[in-house]
């Protein structure tokens, strides 16, 4: 799958659009973004890039309880200081032209590596989720 196949009139998307508007909105995160020379569309095809490396689930647990799990590409804005800097500072770490192209992005694959790296150690910490568990 790549960026390509990503239909941006799905409900999804218009989802994705939706969140990171307020993620955009919101002052103190949109100077961080900014400073690191990313802008809204940036963080909507990190959005989607970190949904399609995670596939077939992009969630994770983010805790023991029942209810406690997280959308991947959600995670990093939630947690500024522990997840967002580390992706951040991740940027420009690898340089896989075939992801870049695939993607869309120059980012791309610290993108998916940030995202695979973070579902992977909160699935060691509390265990694997399916989207159907989550529902």
């Not at 940036?42 to 209810?67: S, V, Y």
């Not at 947690?79 to 870049?100: R, T």
Request: hydrophobic share 45%; charged share 20%; aromatic share 10%.
């Amino acid at each position: 799958m790549s960026i390509d196949d990503v239909d941006f009139k799905e409900q999804w998307i218009k989802e994705v659009v939706t969140f990171i508007s307020i993620v955009w909105a919101e002052n103190k995160l949109k100077k961080i973004l900014v400073q690191k020379g990313l802008n809204e569309e940036d963080l909507i095809i990190f959005f989607i890039i970190q949904t399609i490396a995670t596939m077939p689930n992009p969630i994770f647990k983010t805790g023991p309880q029942r209810l406690s799990h997280t959308l991947v590409g959600s995670a990093m804005y939630q947690e500024i200081k522990k997840q967002l800097n580390q992706c951040l500072q991740s940027l420009g770490h690898y340089n896989i032209k075939e992801e870049q192209l695939q993607f869309g992005h120059q980012y791309a694959s610290d993108v998916m590596s940030f995202a695979l790296n973070l579902k992977f150690a909160h699935e060691l910490a509390y265990g694997k989720i399916t989207l159907e568990e989550a529902l």
